[in-house]
């Protein structure tokens, strides 16, 4: 009885006290209480500017585009392919080179599903591959890092090729450097720097990643798997980013950040205009607008934004949809699965600039 007495006494005692957002829930209060009596049009006015900002790319390119499409297809194309063998392609390839640098072999799976689908296709079929193969948890990070260094559709990639020629600048040392390259080099680095947790693994200490599904199962069921990918995390991810671009623009603050990344874009030898679409937007839409622009244009620049843009932007992605996708596939949790797409971008922004400035006289006919 005197147990309970003292413990209800600690609750109230505890209760008494203000929490720290109490006192900004009081703040909200009052703050609402004179919008609505002194400006009550603000309230609309911001969540009409939000509304403005997350329905062109919600509705516009991710529900009534080919986008949205893609995504489905790319996961009804991944599923198909893993289930003829893909995978267990892949890794006979790697596993020589992963056993000499004594890294997982299937580190680099996500990378490689992601050029032939989608990013989020990447992450939900290779998730399951790397615990499968019992990868440590900073080989997952590894495997994250590297996904961010590829286009994460096919159709950038081929876009991002019709804009170098329409500059005239030789494709082929740029593919090689800045989209197959990186899949051995960036798990190197990393092994050997930040993710050092790795491990030599023999062909014969690997299972088989083929799944045994019927190929009519295999079809449908991935359907509905990209169907929920869109729906469920794809679009929440993207409105939740777009919803604080809206507030910034609102406030009068997005303009000053958007003039500033533009500069720093230019800096970096980076188109800023399509640079700014693939990091807020689509890089398939990026590249398409590169192929547009006057020929006038520094060619680094080009180089630049070809390289930005064949990564795992934009930002709705790195912020969003790989910490959601990786969480529920993979050992890793939201924050290790964030904190590793930000490295993989940092590493590809750095890329991207010193291709930029480095090889650019050496593509240009």
């Not at 096919?154 to 990186?182: D, E, K, M, Q, Y």
């Not at 960036?186 to 023999?202: E, F, M």
């Not at 069921?221 to 929440?236: C, K, V």
């Not at 030898?269 to 689509?282: F, H, M, N, Q, R």
Request: glycine letters at 6%; proline letters at 5%; aromatic letters at 10%.
């Amino acid at each position: 009885m005197e147990k309970n007495q003292t413990s209800s006494f600690k609750t109230k005692a505890s209760r008494s006290r203000w929490h720290p957002f109490e006192v900004i829930g009081i703040v909200l209060v009052i703050v609402s209480l004179l919008i609505l009596l002194f400006s009550p049009h603000s309230l609309s006015n911001f969540f009409n500017t939000i509304i403005a900002e997350v329905k062109p790319i919600v509705v516009d390119v991710f529900l009534t585009s080919e986008i949205g499409i893609a995504i489905i297809i790319s996961v009804i194309f991944g599923r198909l392919i893993e289930r003829l063998g893909f995978t267990d392609g892949l890794i006979r390839i790697f596993v020589p080179i992963m056993k000499w640098l004594k890294i997982n072999p299937s580190v680099i799976i996500p990378s490689v599903y992601n050029i032939l689908g989608d990013i989020n296709a990447a992450g939900k079929i290779a998730g399951p591959v790397l615990v499968k193969a019992k990868a440590t948890k900073a080989e997952q990070k590894i495997a994250v890092t590297t996904m961010i260094q590829s286009p994460q559709s096919f159709a950038t990639l081929v876009l991002g090729l019709i804009a170098l020629s329409a500059f005239n600048i030789n494709a082929f040392p740029l593919i090689i450097l800045s989209i197959f390259l990186p899949i051995i080099v960036v798990p190197w680095i990393l092994s050997v720097t930040i993710y050092r947790d790795t491990k030599k693994v023999d062909l014969e200490n690997l299972p088989r990643f083929t799944p045994k599904t019927r190929f009519l199962e295999t079809i449908f069921s991935s359907a509905r798997e990209g169907a929920e990918l869109l729906f469920l995390i794809i679009i929440p991810a993207v409105a939740a980013v777009f919803f604080f671009i809206g507030a910034l623009r609102f406030f009068g603050i997005w303009e000053v950040i958007e003039s500033s990344l533009s500069s720093i874009l230019t800096v970096l030898s980076i188109e800023p205009a399509t640079g700014i679409v693939s990091i807020l937007a689509a890089p398939t839409l990026a590249v398409a607008q590169l192929a547009e622009l006057s020929s006038s244009v520094d060619p680094r620049l080009i180089v630049g934004s070809f390289v930005l843009a064949n990564s795992g932007l934009p930002l709705s992605v790195i912020f969003g949809q790989i910490p959601a996708t990786w969480k529920e596939v993979s050992g890793l949790n939201e924050r290790e699965a964030l904190v590793a797409s930000i490295i993989g971008m940092i590493i590809r922004i750095a890329t991207a600039c010193i291709l930029a400035y480095f090889l650019t006289p050496f593509l240009v006919g």
